[in-house]
């Protein structure tokens, strides 16, 4: 291969994908490549068949499960924030034209062993069993601080500076107790763990404007969206984007090996004996497990997912019948040290044989048991046709990109939303090219239409 890249990308998962897309609007010279017969890595869609496959060995799907192209299992499972940063990458790149969004019926949280819809309306927070009235009023009282608040504008700030103020602080200026910061902390704010209450206020306060702007964004039941057919839609959508503008695609490409030159600095990729030439590289961990550099390792193991994955042929009792659904299972009411994740989808999302529903139940490995340690979210499923266990390590890269030009995305984490895989991307992004992605764009050019909520 005698040309020469800006960038090669390995692996077609879909921070790699995203990334790809992005630096080929820019004209970027960009060649993608994955060791795989098809799009996605990690965070692929499987039908029945492979599922089976990679669960099971040999073994075929019993035929009352229903056709295998009726499936795409999420092997990721995400869904996305409405005003979230991936609906505006996507709106970015005009992505969303090849895809079609249908609004998620609930968000829901654990709490004292029930599940509770997390209120979307006025309404149902005045009927929420999940605050007592003088509760819901102290928090009314929050909420309306939050929604108010401006960054820029320093009269909405009640003389609080966020940048300073710990959550913990400001949340106890009006009184609340545990329960509600912790429903505030997890299933609004989305924080994984605790340790967000000995941060700055100020990121708590974001994330809490996100959610309800999202939750106000479709006027449906939760503030997440999911595009139809899985998310094994996404990767390929931004693949098309970068063959648009000039990308080069190659998959089925046996050992992907990066090359380094005697500084240390990425200088191409070799496969089947041939070397692509680049200034860089960017890529998932798993194409550099065993690259030793002079001060170490370029990737590090940060812990293991735990996942359960089930086919179902009810909704989760409990959520109002809801086709699509989120449960967050916050640390503290299960005395883990980090929250479990429940997400369903079924085939109103064309994910599934109709009649089917698809759970996943996620978590961060605190022991080496999966089964046990995910119990508390698969018994809230109720009966299940077919459960499998799905363990992946998670990385994250310890290289220094800037001199030595490889730029490693990190593992996808158990949470079941795509806000933190989407700030690793862009901190990329600004790494490669010294630029941010502009997101202030026009959010309706996303729509999950009246039919489909």
């Given at each position: 291969?005698?040309?020469?890249?800006?960038?090669?990308?390995?692996?077609?998962?879909?921070?790699?994908?995203?990334?790809?897309?992005?630096?080929?609007?820019?004209?970027?010279?960009?060649?993608?490549?994955?060791?795989?017969?098809?799009?996605?890595?990690?965070?692929?869609?499987?039908?029945?068949?492979?599922?089976?496959?990679?669960?099971?060995?040999?073994?075929?799907?019993?035929?009352?499960?229903?056709?295998?192209?009726?499936?795409?299992?999420?092997?990721?499972?995400?869904?996305?924030?409405?005003?979230?940063?991936?609906?505006?990458?996507?709106?970015?790149?005009?992505?969303?034209?090849?895809?079609?969004?249908?609004?998620?019926?609930?968000?829901?949280?654990?709490?004292?062993?029930?599940?509770?819809?997390?209120?979307?309306?006025?309404?149902?927070?005045?009927?929420?069993?999940?605050?007592?009235?003088?509760?819901?009023?102290?928090?009314?009282?929050?909420?309306?601080?939050?929604?108010?608040?401006?960054?820029?504008?320093?009269?909405?700030?009640?003389?609080?500076?966020?940048?300073?103020?710990?959550?913990?602080?400001?949340?106890?200026?009006?009184?609340?107790?545990?329960?509600?910061?912790?429903?505030?902390?997890?299933?609004?704010?989305?924080?994984?763990?605790?340790?967000?209450?000995?941060?700055?206020?100020?990121?708590?306060?974001?994330?809490?404007?996100?959610?309800?702007?999202?939750?106000?964004?479709?006027?449906?039941?939760?503030?997440?969206?999911?595009?139809?057919?899985?998310?094994?839609?996404?990767?390929?959508?931004?693949?098309?984007?970068?063959?648009?503008?000039?990308?080069?695609?190659?998959?089925?490409?046996?050992?992907?090996?990066?090359?380094?030159?005697?500084?240390?600095?990425?200088?191409?990729?070799?496969?089947?004996?041939?070397?692509?030439?680049?200034?860089?590289?960017?890529?998932?961990?798993?194409?550099?497990?065993?690259?030793?550099?002079?001060?170490?390792?370029?990737?590090?193991?940060?812990?293991?997912?735990?996942?359960?994955?089930?086919?179902m042929s009810h909704p989760i009792p409990n959520t109002a019948e809801?086709?699509?659904?989120?449960?967050?299972?916050?640390?503290?009411?299960?005395?883990?040290?980090?929250?479990?994740?429940?997400?369903?989808?079924?085939?109103?999302?064309?994910?599934?044989?109709?009649?089917?529903?698809?759970?996943?139940?996620?978590?961060?490995?605190?022991?080496?048991?999966?089964?046990?340690?995910?119990?508390?979210?698969?018994?809230?499923?109720?009966?299940?046709?077919?459960?499998?266990?799905d363990i992946y390590d998670r990385y994250e890269p310890t290289n220094d990109s800037s001199s030595d030009n490889c730029?490693?995305?990190?593992?996808?984490?158990?949470?079941?939303?795509?806000?933190?895989?989407?700030?690793?991307?862009?901190?990329?992004?600004?790494?490669?090219?010294?630029?941010?992605?502009?997101?202030?764009?026009?959010?309706?050019?996303?729509?999950?239409?009246?039919?489909?909520?």
């Amino acid at each position: 291969m005698d040309v020469e890249y800006d960038v090669i990308v390995l692996g077609t998962g879909l921070k790699e994908c995203i990334l790809s897309g992005l630096l080929s609007v820019d004209r970027l010279k960009v060649l993608h490549m994955d060791r795989n017969d098809y799009y996605g890595g990690d965070s692929t869609s499987l039908n029945l068949n492979q599922l089976w496959k990679r669960f099971k060995g040999e073994e075929t799907p019993p035929a009352q499960i229903g056709a295998s192209r009726d499936y795409n299992v999420d092997m990721v499972p995400k869904f996305m924030m409405a005003n979230g940063a991936l609906v505006r990458v996507l709106i970015h790149t005009g992505v969303t034209k090849y895809l079609s969004f249908k609004a998620v019926d609930g968000s829901y949280v654990f709490n004292k062993g029930k599940i509770h819809k997390v209120p979307s309306t006025d309404m149902e927070a005045l009927k929420s069993p999940l605050m007592g009235l003088f509760e819901k009023r102290r928090a009314g009282k929050f909420f309306l601080y939050v929604q108010d608040y401006k960054e820029n504008d320093p009269s909405t700030h009640k003389g609080y500076d966020l940048t300073k103020l710990t959550t913990k602080q400001l949340i106890s200026k009006y009184g609340l107790d545990d329960n509600t910061i912790d429903f505030i902390g997890h299933a609004v704010a989305l924080h994984r763990d605790d340790s967000y209450l000995s941060e700055p206020a100020i990121d708590t306060v974001k994330r809490m404007k996100l959610y309800a702007e999202s939750v106000a964004r479709f006027q449906g039941g939760s503030p997440y969206i999911y595009p139809l057919y899985g998310l094994g839609e996404l990767p390929q959508g931004f693949a098309r984007l970068s063959a648009v503008y000039g990308g080069t695609y190659m998959l089925s490409k046996p050992e992907c090996k990066v090359e380094f030159d005697n500084e240390g600095k990425v200088c191409g990729v070799t496969s089947e004996g041939e070397t692509a030439k680049c200034k860089k590289v960017v890529c998932d961990p798993s194409y550099l497990p065993d690259k030793k550099i002079s001060n170490g390792e370029l990737v590090k193991k940060v812990g293991k997912v735990f996942r359960a994955i089930a086919i179902m042929s009810h909704p989760i009792p409990n959520t109002a019948e809801s086709h699509s659904v989120q449960i967050i299972l916050p640390q503290k009411q299960l005395g883990r040290k980090s929250d479990m994740y429940v997400f369903c989808c079924s085939y109103s999302h064309n994910v599934a044989s109709k009649g089917k529903y698809i759970a996943f139940v996620s978590a961060q490995a605190e022991t080496d048991n999966p089964e046990t340690e995910l119990k508390p979210g698969i018994d809230l499923l109720g009966p299940v046709d077919e459960l499998f266990i799905d363990i992946y390590d998670r990385y994250e890269p310890t290289n220094d990109s800037s001199s030595d030009n490889c730029y490693i995305s990190t593992s996808y984490d158990a949470t079941t939303h795509f806000e933190s895989t989407v700030m690793d991307v862009l901190s990329l992004y600004t790494k490669i090219t010294g630029k941010t992605v502009d997101l202030s764009v026009d959010l309706s050019a996303a729509s999950a239409s009246e039919d489909d909520m």
